[in-house]
């Protein structure tokens, strides 16, 4: 069962190397190209990394657009910092794998094990005076290895939940320093992706950025829309981003974002989208190249299973972690993320929201897990 899923992702990689001229494994010493993952998603700050719109349907206003020929190094390594986790290292192409050994299933006398594994790339195919634009392809697969039923229905819990998802991204900054971004994606969150209309989403994230009279902050207008989002209806985006000063960020609103640098080698991140996607992380620099972190995330995942009785239920997974890591910066774009932490109030369950009831509700206890993960960057 595992065989084809490795193969898909394997795929998907191979996807990513050839659409930016390498190795999905090196830095390409040919002529860079400068695809979009020099623009951090809206509201992350440009020296720091990872956001939860790196999360599968949602993983914050965007800060100004500059399109430097060649960014210092220093300014390029601080851009891998304060991300932290298997996924949240970076916003470029990549591979990412966790494991979550068997732990009991509260009220069945089962245990509950799982292999996450997420790829994605992406193909610039525009830059010029109206922006710049790229196709993107994101696959995450978890495999359950568990007995578990859901109790309420007696249908067996799945054995494998997909997200597929191909993208476009267009940026584009004006000569009045107003910037537009349109990230667009069709795709299938489900057990069995694409296997009706009924399985099948179409995601949007939409914002303006528009400069402040102190020309030092900015506003923030768009809206964000997911059917398998923690809010399955469109969600208001709405944010000043105070830029006090090199060392201290924050966007006010929604998304609600921070990024502190008390001192050189430290870095606070901290960012929230509705319901229950948010994270505190805490980043220290040991060298240029190697840092470590620790800090508190909150996920929810959610997915159209293809046998519900409802068609507006929608299968969540829901966790809290605590973890920690070591991230190293590898050559001039790459980072390996090697992390690990403690999983709880683990869920899952059906319902048209995350805001109501759910029924067929499995918990989990919590337990450790560990992850690796590695990203190119621009």
């Known amino acids: 069962m595992m065989r084809p899923i490795w193969v898909l992702l394997l795929l998907t990689l191979a996807l990513s190397g050839q659409a930016l001229g390498q190795s999905p494994y090196a830095p390409s010493v040919a002529a860079p190209v400068e695809p ?183 506003w923030m207008f768009g809206v964000m829309y997911s059917p398998t989002g923690s809010l399955n209806f469109p969600v208001p985006i709405l944010a000043y981003e105070w830029n006090k000063s090199e060392t201290f960020q924050m966007n006010v609103g929604i998304p609600l974002s921070l990024t502190w640098r008390p001192r050189e080698d430290w870095t606070l991140t901290a960012a929230y989208v509705p319901l229950t996607n948010g994270s505190v992380m805490l980043t220290h620099d040991l060298t240029d190249r190697w840092h470590i972190y620790g800090g508190y995330r909150s996920i929810a995942e959610s997915y159209f299973l293809s046998d519900r009785v409802n068609k507006d239920d929608r299968f969540f997974s829901l966790q809290q972690r605590l973890v920690t890591g070591l991230r190293w910066d590898v050559g001039k774009h790459g980072v390996l993320d090697l992390s690990t932490g403690y999983a709880f109030d683990r869920r899952y369950g059906e319902g048209e929201n995350q805001g109501s009831t759910l029924h067929d509700e499995v918990e989990v206890e919590p337990g450790a897990f560990i992850g690796l993960d590695f990203r190119l960057t621009f």
Request: charged share 20%; net charge negative; hydrophobic share 30%.
């Open 36 to 218: 979009p993952y020099s623009y951090p998603p809206p509201g992350e700050p440009a020296w720091s990394a990872g956001s939860p719109w790196d999360t599968p349907d949602t993983r914050q206003p965007l800060p100004e657009i500059v399109l430097p020929a060649e960014p210092p190094e220093e300014e390029e390594r601080r851009s891998k910092r304060g991300g932290g986790g298997p996924f949240g290292g970076s916003a470029g192409p990549g591979y990412g794998v966790e494991w979550f050994p068997a732990q009991q299933v509260q009220s069945q006398d089962v245990n509950f094990q799982l292999v996450d594994q997420n790829a994605s790339a992406g193909l610039p195919i525009y830059k010029g005076d109206y922006g710049l634009a790229a196709l993107t392809v994101g696959v995450q697969n978890t495999h359950y290895f568990t007995d578990a039923v859901l109790p309420d229905s007696g249908r067996a819990f799945p054995e494998d939940l997909w997200n597929v998802k191909f993208g476009l991204t267009y940026i584009r900054k004006f000569d009045s320093g107003s910037s537009l971004g349109i990230i667009t994606s069709i795709g299938s969150a489900s057990d069995q992706p694409f296997q009706s209309i009924d399985e099948i989403n179409f995601n949007l994230i939409s914002f303006l950025r528009k400069p402040a009279a102190n020309g030092r902050d900015a």
